[in-house]
């Protein structure tokens, strides 16, 4: 079983940056593909970024695209999360999770088979 440990989070001013780490550990096994989502105050959970691994594949959603970066260490199994010019409508605790393909629409980006979660990281962008 993979087992994922999101880091980074924390307040920022809008305008600021702030960089996510996502570790992966355990058994890769039917897994090529991983993503970033984010869950705020009274809102469903929506995907941010998701990569299909190996194939340098990388979706984003609208509300984050031009300013959120995703990047990969693929030797250490570690999935970054590069956020810039934060709004203060990015506060949301953050997760990664991995699954098996991508599910992306013009409305949507996620996981296919989506096999385990983070426990996610608080991002708090300050007005």
């Known amino acids: 079983e993979v087992q994922l440990v999101e880091t980074g989070g924390g307040l920022v001013q809008a305008g600021g940056s702030l960089k996510l780490s996502c570790a992966a550990s355990?058994?890769?096994?039917?897994?090529?593909?991983m993503g970033w989502f984010r869950q705020a105050p009274g809102k469903e959970r929506e995907g941010v970024s998701c990569a299909s691994i190996g194939e340098n594949i990388i979706y984003y959603s609208d509300s984050v695209k031009g300013r959120f970066t995703v990047s990969a260490d693929k030797a250490k199994n570690i999935l970054y999360l590069q956020m810039n010019n934060l709004k203060p409508e990015d506060t949301a605790v953050y997760y990664c999770?991995?699954?098996?393909?991508?599910?992306?629409?013009?409305?949507?980006?996620?996981?296919?088979?989506?096999?385990?979660w983070g426990r996610g990281a608080l991002v708090t962008v300050s007005s």
């Open positions: 999770a991995v699954g098996n393909g991508l599910v992306v629409t013009p409305t949507h980006v996620g996981l296919n088979d989506l096999k385990q």
């Open positions: 355990g058994s890769m096994f039917a897994i090529n593909a």
